[in-house]
């Protein structure tokens, strides 16, 4: 069963800085950087917003040997899915996609890190990745709770969707927006335009149902969720992490305009 449309935000332009990046003045739109890291990894949510606002998809697979630009010039902005990868691991793509994220650091471009994206991120920055000193794992949907700076954003979903097992150390120089439980760290800002978040906003009820049956092997880990949470879950509590990427991501390449002078600053 596929997921049915959701009505859209309510006037995402007023969520985090209040810019319009939706109106180009008639240019055609860059297009929008996506980094997956599986042979049939699909983007969910997030992909669906850039192509139902007018973005071509740039969908590169560096494990299998896409190449990375040398400048987000040409790109919106860029994004960093998760994956079964660790950011520790010692593979030549790890390492390159986690040193190529300081292209869109330095010129200041969109850039969101997501599970494996944002530990990357973190990675990056100098901040400790690893697993819980326990052993659990997140999978299934989990409380979210904002920060100060986080809710002076925007509003935060309640709960969010998890499937990771390592965590991150807050990077020196970032601001935390969001925390939860068992990971403290789940959503964090760094510079003018580059967020990281532990959750899977990009979710779907499909995703949902391949992540369980082909790695639902996972589930029996200390903290995941049984098969059916994820369902019922998804039910109540995807409409609004949905509507919460929606105006995250409307907000998040109006920073693109200012690349220059932000990076400057």
């Given at each position: 069963m ?9 006037d995402?332009?007023a ?7 939706l ?20 983007p ?14 740039d ?10 630009p ?16 660790s ?36 990675r ?9 000193a ?22 935060w ?26 990971f ?39 903290g995941?969720?049984a ?11 995807g ?12 907000a ?14």
């Amino acid at each position: 069963m596929l997921d049915r449309p959701r009505p859209p935000a309510p006037d995402p332009r007023a969520c985090l800085w209040g810019r319009d990046p939706l109106c180009c003045d008639g240019e055609a739109k860059k297009p929008v950087l996506l980094i997956v890291h599986q042979e049939h990894s699909c983007p969910g949510h997030v992909a669906n917003w850039f192509a139902a606002n007018g973005y071509p998809i740039d969908l590169r697979r560096p494990r299998y040997g896409d190449p990375l630009p040398d400048t987000l010039e040409h790109h919106v902005g860029a994004v960093i899915f998760g994956g079964p990868q660790s950011a520790n691991d010692p593979d030549d793509y790890i390492r390159r996609e986690t040193d190529w994220i300081a292209v869109p650091l330095s010129e200041a471009k969109p850039f969101l890190g997501i599970c494996l994206g944002a530990q990357m991120l973190a990675r990056h920055l100098g901040a400790r990745v690893g697993f819980d000193a326990d052993g659990f794992a997140e999978m299934g949907y989990y409380p979210l709770r904002p920060t100060e700076e986080g809710r002076k954003m925007c509003a935060w979903p309640s709960r969010v969707y998890q499937w990771h097992r390592e965590g991150f150390e807050l990077p020196s120089g970032a601001s935390l927006l969001a925390q939860g439980e068992r990971f403290p760290q789940q959503a964090f800002r760094y510079g003018p335009a580059a967020f990281a978040v532990q959750f899977h906003p990009e979710i779907t009820q499909r995703l949902i149902f391949r992540w369980t049956t082909r790695a639902g092997h996972r589930l029996v880990l200390p903290g995941a969720g049984a098969r059916d949470t994820h369902f019922a879950g998804h039910l109540e509590h995807g409409p609004d992490q949905r509507r919460w990427l929606d105006g995250f991501l409307s907000a998040w390449v109006g920073l693109g305009s200012n690349a220059g002078t932000d990076a400057r600053a």
